[in-house]
């Protein structure tokens, strides 16, 4: 897990349109939306939802 981790942060480090890419997309996805957190120590937005099975 720590490994694929650090090769997508790495991915998203070397190459930002795909994070703001995905940071925009959550104002428009209510469940990523709903999803994230706003607390005194930690913003949290929720990047990715994976579908339900």
């Known amino acids: ?3 694929i981790s650090r090769a997508l942060l ?12 995905l940071v925009n997309e959550v ?3 209510q469940e990523r939306m709903d999803a994230s957190r706003v607390t ?4 949290r937005l929720s990047l990715y939802q994976r579908l339900a099975l």
């Open 40 to 43: 005194l120590l930690l913003n």
């Open 27 to 29: 104002l428009h996805d």
């Open 10 to 21: 790495d991915r998203l480090a070397g190459d930002r349109d795909p994070l703001t890419r």
């Open 1 to 3: 897990m720590q490994r």
